[in-house]
Each structure stands twice: as structure tokens, then as C-alpha cells.
């Protein structure tokens, strides 16, 4: 269970409204029930119920069983797309090891609106499903342009879109890596995805990044994929080829 709270050996927890409820009502424990507890900063820690009632919990924290470790600095920058597919995208993403979500509004993106709540709710049930210690940042949703002026230069972003002639993903990956390690360089440094909507890039968009020098173009295969598909094979390419 994710909390805010810091966690230490003896602390009592007071849980959140929807967490007490999951408790009691989802999972059905009772005072005395064991379950672990974790945030970024602490770690991961045993705790047990103390008391629950109707929309309120308190949790006795024991002895921690993991302490935060290194983890990837790896955004995901996508288009979005009807709702239970970023649904499916923020949970894939999670899993996947991604540190945060930047939805943005390109050309040809259909979606109006996009809910910055519930795409963080997605990612921490996922965070705590995979026992991850994080939970991706949900960044509010901008225009594609606005976010490429604000760019930080030393973050790769790899570009998925319909290229043409652009090298397939893993191959790319790999030659960045291989350069990487002749120049010592820390190929772990930070790096983004970007995902477009169904409609795909327009050609304006797809010129102004191939001008971008921290942008690498990629290709997914031969086949044009869905855009939640997208950005997962892209993000399980990623973890094959740079992840740990
Ligand atoms: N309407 C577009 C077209 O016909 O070319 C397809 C858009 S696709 C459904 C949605 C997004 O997924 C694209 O903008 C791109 O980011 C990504 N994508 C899908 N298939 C891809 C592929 N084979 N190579 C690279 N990117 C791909």
C-alpha cells in the first residue's frame, strides 16, 4: 500500500478514506492483518491493522523490507486517446519502470480533455500491484510545442511515429548504447518517449522534431500500431535494451 506518511519502526499510520475502504471492504482484513506499506523516500515496511472502521484505518508500522533503490528516469509523452486506453497506457507505463506521464496535445489528437486524477490513481494501483516503491509523476496535460520549448537538451527523447525510413527501435537503442559506453558516458542518464494519437503526427509536427537534436526517430515494425500498444512496445523495448 502506498503512503505518504514517513515511515519508522513504531509509527502508527493514519490511512486515507479510499485505502481504509480497499482494507475493509475489497480485501476484507480485520485488525491484526499483516501487509507492507511503502513511498520513495522510506522504503518499504511491514505494518499491521491496528483498527479499521468505515472509512478510517490505523496501520502499526514494523521493520522495513526494502530500501529505496536507483530507479529509471524515464518519461512517457503520449497523445491522448479515449479513456480506457490511457487507462490501459498509465498501467503499462507503471509496470513498464516509467517515472512519469506527460500527456500532450498534438495536431490530430481527438481527446479534449484529459483526467490528470484519475491517470494518477491508475498509476499508483499499478505501482502497488507491481511492487514498485514509486509512483510516476502525472504532469498536467500541455500542447506538444509548449512541452518541446521547454525541454531539458540532455534528455534523449526517442520519437515512435510513421518516419518512413527510420531505424527500428531496439536497433536504435542499441547503437546509442554502444556510443554511450565508448564515450564512459552513463547511458542510465534520463530519456522520454513519445507516442502519438490515432491520427498519427502531422508532417509540420514530424519536421519541427526531426530538427531537435536530443530527438531520435524510431520505427515499431512494419505494422501500424494502436497508439496504447504503441507506447507500450516501445517502453518494454526501452527496459529490454537500457533497463536494468
Ligand atoms: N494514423 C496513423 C497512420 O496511419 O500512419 C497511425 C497512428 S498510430 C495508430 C498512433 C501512434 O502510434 C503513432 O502516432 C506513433 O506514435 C505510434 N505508432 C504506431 N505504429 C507505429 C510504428 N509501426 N512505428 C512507429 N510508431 C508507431
Excluded at 79 to 100: H, M, Q, V, Y
Excluded at 101 to 122: G, I
Excluded at 144 to 168: K, Q
Aim: aromatic share 6%.
Amino acid at each position: 500500500l502506498y503512503v505518504e506518511d514517513g515511515l519508522a519502526e513504531g509509527r502508527t499510520l493514519g490511512l486515507a478514506r479510499d485505502q481504509a475502504h480497499f482494507l475493509r471492504s475489497v480485501l476484507r482484513l480485520g485488525p491484526g492483518a499483516k501487509l507492507a506499506v511503502f513511498n520513495a523516500r522510506d522504503g518499504e515496511w511491514l505494518a499491521e491493522i491496528e483498527g479499521l472502521g468505515k472509512g478510517w484505518c490505523s496501520l502499526a508500522v514494523g521493520a522495513q523490507v526494502r530500501r529505496p533503490g536507483p530507479e529509471p528516469d524515464l518519461w512517457l509523452v503520449f497523445a491522448p486517446i479515449k479513456r480506457a486506453r490511457i487507462d490501459f497506457i498509465a498501467e503499462k507505463a507503471t509496470e513498464l519502470g516509467c517515472s512519469l506521464l506527460q500527456p500532450v496535445m498534438t495536431r490530430f489528437t481527438a481527446v479534449s480533455r484529459v483526467n490528470e486524477e484519475r491517470l494518477a490513481a491508475n498509476a499508483r494501483e499499478a505501482a502497488e500491484q507491481c511492487e514498485r516503491l514509486t509512483i510516476p509523476q502525472v504532469r498536467p496535460t500541455r500542447s506538444l510545442g509548449e512541452v518541446l520549448d521547454d525541454w531539458p537538451a540532455e534528455r534523449r527523447l526517442i520519437v515512435c511515429a510513421e518516419w518512413g525510413a527510420a531505424r527500428p527501435i531496439a536497433e536504435a537503442l542499441q547503437a546509442v548504447r554502444a556510443e554511450d559506453q565508448d564515450e564512459a558516458q552513463k547511458t542510465a542518464g534520463p530519456w522520454a518517449i513519445l507516442t502519438g494519437p490515432e491520427g498519427g503526427f502531422a508532417e509540420s509536427e514530424l519536421d519541427a522534431l526531426r530538427k531537435l537534436p536530443f530527438v531520435i526517430p524510431v520505427g515499431l515494425g512494419p505494422r501500424i500500431l494502436r497508439a496504447d500498444t504503441a507506447a507500450l512496445a516501445a517502453l518494454a523495448c526501452w527496459q529490454a535494451v537500457l533497463g536494468d
